[in-house]
């Protein structure tokens, strides 16, 4: 996903995003496997870029404190596989 110039991206309170664990969402074409190891980098796109002025992320915060989230799920197995993310 990526935040253009002069927009904002906004998480309402208690909303969390969640990036995909699957490695082809975020593939760059002629690029190595995102996902795997390989002899260079730059296999994988990001799950947020932000690009250009008067851009960015915002979250809600409600009156309890709680307030949006982004969940990147890095702690988790990549789909089809026993293992953490890279």
């Known amino acids: ?3 253009h110039q002069g927009e904002v991206l906004v998480l309402d309170s208690g909303a969390t ?10 593939q760059l074409s002629g690029k190595p496997a995102c996902g795997t190891l390989a002899p260079s980098s730059g296999g ?3 799950l947020i870029s932000v690009a250009g002025a ?4 915002e979250a809600v915060r409600a009156a ?5 989230r982004i969940d990147g ?3 988790q197995s990549i789909l089809g596989t026993a293992f953490p993310a890279l």
């Open 54 to 57: 008067n851009a960015g992320i």
């Open 64 to 68: 309890d404190g709680g307030q949006g």
């Open 73 to 75: 799920r890095g702690d």
């Open 17 to 26: 995003l969640f990036g995909s664990r699957n490695p082809a969402d975020y």
């Open 44 to 46: 994988c796109r990001p």
């Open 1 to 3: 996903m990526t935040v």
